[in-house]
């Protein structure tokens, strides 16, 4: 009985999963390839939503809406850069002065209100929980995959560019980057902005898919980014070493955290207590490759005695 | 190629920690000219290094490289001109990034970055002759990541991505000094070689006295924020440890030698 | 390595495709099995035929909250009382995250419940989004109107969603308002910026205490942080001040008493718990009875005995007029006499 609703579960939390991975690729890049600290992600995921519900309310095309959704993101991530590069203003303050001033940015998107609902009923919307289990063109997993495919696929062949090298070389060693010619305060920049367009993109198709948009979606999602990333890194990080692939791996990530969500819901505790177990199912996840590692070598141990 | 004029820099100004680490220093490098730069603790050798290079903003006087006056430029700029070496091998490179990476990466300096490919095969092929003249094996390790390379490899492979771009001034700042005799040796020598082969102007800061008077044209001694030595051509390479010694005595109007100095 | 790729996204798909159904949803599964057990059973008493039944409720609650805690509390003892054993509840809680809605409906959905009561503003949208087959109730909602996006509203929902209201009558609440304060020229209209629910009462009942005369500002505070700070500049500049039915406000009575008492300015709420903690007087409804109206309907629906698509919106079955006792003796307020005081 558990198992038979879990997987009935499954489509859905794969789903949400998928477009989350949305916004950890975009965690990825500040977080690993920048190795800054960005904030920012909290208030641009609801800026994107705001933006692409209210334009599609105004009668936008939706693909149209999705495209503004990350350019607005993006200009999040600009400003966050300005603060950061040019008022000297360090990384973590400068992502939540931004993702404070976003709320009154994004209620101001929203017609001063805190919740606009978007139907799948009036509207063409690109994903929708509705079909979810649908064995159909409907069905928003489709979606989900088509962009994660086209997204990892631009990325790769971005971060191999002469100018994606210089953005991963700012991260890996701001010092030596600068030595080599490369305007770090550009470059640092330029990587926010791709990291919060993302995020935005990710926050307009979670409020297609979950049919509204909410001034406060975003809060806490830095934390499940992070999350995706973590758990991503540590289950194929071995595995996978391509970069397309780790990407890949910070989406299973946030589909693996999401899945936990479910079952912890199946699971039936207390409810007040979602927090609590989600934490510890995920803190079980991230150290299994410890444990695996202290077992192999006390085996081995035994074996070499 | 290089004029140093009446350059002054105090750290911390105006405060009980206040350090002035440049003292009017004059100083003028002609094309090929191959310095080593010696001196005590505090005497401005790394300073000096680092207001050429851009990393810190001087006081007063100027700076002009081949002509242009690049006393204002931000660092990353100044960077099309010149080639370093840091001291912390962990410094000239990036751990995470692979040896034809690294490569790739200096071979832009100075370039306008585009949306072109990052290393082509022809890249490559010119990187593993570059990287034979090092004479380590890591020509055959191109795509392996820096960060599991030893210190002294990660050195020699800076000293190429410095070089790569012919830079008009190169700047080691005590490159060998983290490394063990052996390697030192060895960069050392790959130093040599690649000055030598391009005909690259050098400023070597070198704790070791032997190192300066066996490499270079020229020497350098620096005291108290300026030039206190200078030593070219025939008389430099006559020169001995004890004179060395002497001159810096002399010049710092101390008998106590700098422990560093005498255990070279 | 894009082998490895390849094939667990595969299998991903596999897995989920298989858990893909038609649309086959709980509701119609549950009738058939209903049908099915109807015929069968068409010889015996009917009294057996019902007790053969059981039912599933979802309830997805927003947040931890009194309100809608007692709200889900009437629901449930509404439904147990109707039909005792037969019904069994899976009860979820989104802890104020209402990303966490989509994913709480989708696991209700999972489970093949009978009826979803969506508990607050978020997890109605989300449950709306997410099904369009299985009867979704919604409580603690003020508006279904905004919502939903429904033009042209009529009081019904339609489709599979109706539900309760916990809108009190605005129009009372400013009679009373000006009831208990007939010299207050200014009132200061006091809520969180991040509920829709409270802009709205804030905007309605705006508009009928400026037909009757009296001023009106609106200070917004965005959530526990600036409440003092907000609540400060309410009292400078208003005689009496207005509180809609507000979470965050709820959730922060202690801070806003501790502004508006020592500032002499009273409180009206909007609802009880809020007057409790820092208000005079409030024209009170009962989410607990909310509730219980909508397990009422609830019965109904699972029993077959309404259409949920023609079932209007209902509203609070009762409004009391309730005073706080002890803050309005320290602000000297005279209550007249149909005023209940609420008990501590």
Redesign the interface.
């Known amino acids: 009985m558990f198992f038979s609703s879990l997987l009935n579960a499954a489509p859905g939390a794969i789903a949400q999963g998928m477009l989350w991975g949305i916004m950890a690729i975009g965690v990825y890049i500040t977080y690993r390839i920048l190795d800054v600290a960005d904030l920012t992600v909290d208030g641009s995921l609801a800026t994107g939503g705001a933006v692409c519900i209210m334009l599609m309310r105004a009668g936008c095309n939706p693909w149209l809406a999705l495209l503004c959704a990350f350019l607005v993101g993006m200009l999040a991530g600009m400003v966050t850069g300005l603060l950061h590069t040019r008022c000297g203003i360090p990384a973590i303050l400068a992502g939540i002065l931004t993702q404070l001033a976003l709320y009154s940015v994004n209620l101001r998107i929203m017609g001063s209100k805190s919740n606009q609902p978007i139907s799948v009923d009036k509207y063409n919307l690109v994903v929708s929980q509705r079909f979810v289990k649908e064995l159909s063109l409907r069905n928003p997993l489709i979606p989900a995959i088509v962009t994660l495919a086209v997204l990892i696929g631009i990325l790769y062949w971005f971060f191999g560019t002469e100018y994606g090298s210089g953005l991963r070389a700012t991260g890996a060693n701001r010092r030596m980057a600068s030595a080599q010619g490369i305007d770090t305060r550009v470059t640092v920049t330029v990587g926010l902005m791709l990291s919060n367009g993302l995020v935005a993109l990710s926050g307009a198709l979670l409020a297609q898919y979950q049919g509204a948009v909410d001034v406060n979606m975003g809060r806490g999602a830095i934390v499940i980014g992070l999350a995706a990333v973590i758990i991503g890194e540590v289950l194929l990080g071995k595995v996978f070493r391509n970069f397309a692939l780790k990407l890949c791996a910070v989406v299973i990530g946030a589909v693996i955290y999401y899945m936990v969500l479910q079952i912890v819901l199946q699971l039936g505790l207390n409810t007040n207590d979602l927090k609590l177990f989600t934490a510890a199912i995920v803190a079980l996840f991230l150290s299994i490759p410890c444990w695996k590692d202290s077992v192999r070598t006390k085996k081995g141990g035994v074996r070499n005695a | 190629m290089l004029e140093i004029k009446n350059v002054s820099k105090t750290f911390n100004p105006g405060t009980v920690n206040a350090k002035t680490a440049l003292n009017g220093l004059n100083l003028t490098l002609n094309d090929g000219d191959f310095v080593t730069v010696i001196g005590g603790n505090g005497a401005g050798k790394s300073t000096m290094l680092n207001a050429v290079a851009g990393t810190i903003q001087v006081d007063t006087g100027s700076i002009v490289l081949d002509g242009r006056d690049i006393t204002r430029l931000p660092e990353f700029k100044r960077a099309a001109y010149l080639g370093r070496v840091f001291q912390d091998p962990m410094m000239g490179t990036a751990a995470t990034m692979q040896i034809e990476e690294n490569l790739a990466l200096a071979d832009r300096r100075g370039q306008r970055r585009t949306l072109k490919k990052g290393i082509t095969a022809a890249d490559r092929e010119h990187y593993i002759e570059q990287l034979k003249i090092l004479d380590l094996g890591l020509e055959n390790r191109m795509t392996a990541k820096v960060g599991l390379l030893s210190g002294g490899q990660r050195q020699a492979l800076t000293l190429l991505m410095a070089t790569l771009q012919k830079p008009e001034l190169l700047l080691l700042d005590e490159h060998t000094a983290a490394l063990d005799p052996k390697t030192a040796a060895k960069v050392l020598e790959a130093t040599q070689r690649i000055v030598e082969k391009n005909n690259l102007t050098t400023m070597m800061i070198t704790h070791n006295m032997r190192d300066a008077i066996t490499y270079g044209n020229r020497l350098i001694m620096m005291y108290d924020g300026h030039v206190a030595v200078d030593v070219s051509g025939e008389e430099k390479k006559h020169l001995t440890v004890e004179q060395l010694l002497e001159l810096f005595s002399k010049a710092s109007g101390s008998d106590e030698a700098d422990d560093k100095l005498l255990l070279s | 390595?894009?082998k490895?790729?390849a094939l667990?996204?595969a299998a991903?798909?596999l897995?989920?495709?298989?858990?893909?159904?038609?649309?086959a949803p709980a509701a119609t599964t549950a009738a058939t099995t209903a049908a099915a057990e109807t015929t069968a059973a068409a010889d015996e008493t009917s009294a057996q035929t019902e007790a053969d039944k059981t039912y599933v409720v979802g309830i997805c609650?927003l947040v931890?909250h009194p309100a809608l805690d007692a709200a889900t509390q009437g629901f449930k003892d509404a439904l147990t009382e109707a039909l005792g054993g037969a019904v069994s509840f899976?009860?979820?809680?989104?802890?104020g995250?209402?990303?966490?809605?989509?994913?709480?409906?989708?696991?209700l959905?999972?489970?093949?419940v009978d009826l979803i009561l969506a508990n607050a503003?978020?997890p109605l949208?989300?449950a709306?989004?997410?099904?369009?087959d299985i009867p979704v109730l919604g409580t603690s909602v003020t508006d279904y109107a905004?919502?939903?996006?429904i033009d042209d509203w009529n009081g019904t929902v339609g489709?599979n969603i109706s539900g309760t209201s916990d809108l009190a009558p605005l129009d009372q609440q400013a009679a009373m308002l000006r009831e208990l304060f007939p010299d207050a020229k200014t009132v200061g209209l006091l809520y969180c910026?991040?509920?829709?629910n409270s802009?709205y009462q804030v905007d309605v009942i705006r508009g009928y205490l400026e037909e009757a005369g009296l001023t009106c500002a609106e200070f917004a505070f965005?959530d526990t942080n600036d409440v003092t700070s907000v609540t400060q500049k309410a009292c400078d500049s208003s005689d009496v001040i207005y509180i809609p039915t507000d979470n965050t406000a709820a959730s922060n009575t202690e801070a806003i008493a501790n502004v508006v008492l020592p500032a002499g300015v009273p409180v009206i709420a909007g609802e009880e718990g809020i007057c409790k903690g820092c208000g005079v007087a409030t024209l009170s409804i009962s989410y607990y009875d909310l509730g219980y109206a909508t397990g009422k309907m609830a019965v109904k629906i699972l029993t077959g005995e309404a259409d949920i698509s023609t079932m209007p919106v209902e509203y609070a079955p009762q409004v009391t007029k309730k005073y706080n006792a002890a803050n309005c003796e320290a602000l000297n307020v005279t209550v007249p006499d149909d005023y209940i005081a609420i008990e501590d």
């Open positions: 390595m894009k490895a790729l667990v996204l991903m798909l897995v989920s495709m298989a858990a893909c159904t038609g649309t609650q931890q899976n009860e979820q809680n989104a802890s995250e209402s990303v966490n809605c989509a994913t709480i409906v989708n696991s959905i999972a489970s093949n503003t978020s949208q989300a709306a989004s997410a099904t369009a905004s919502a939903l996006e489709g910026s991040a509920e829709t802009k965005t």
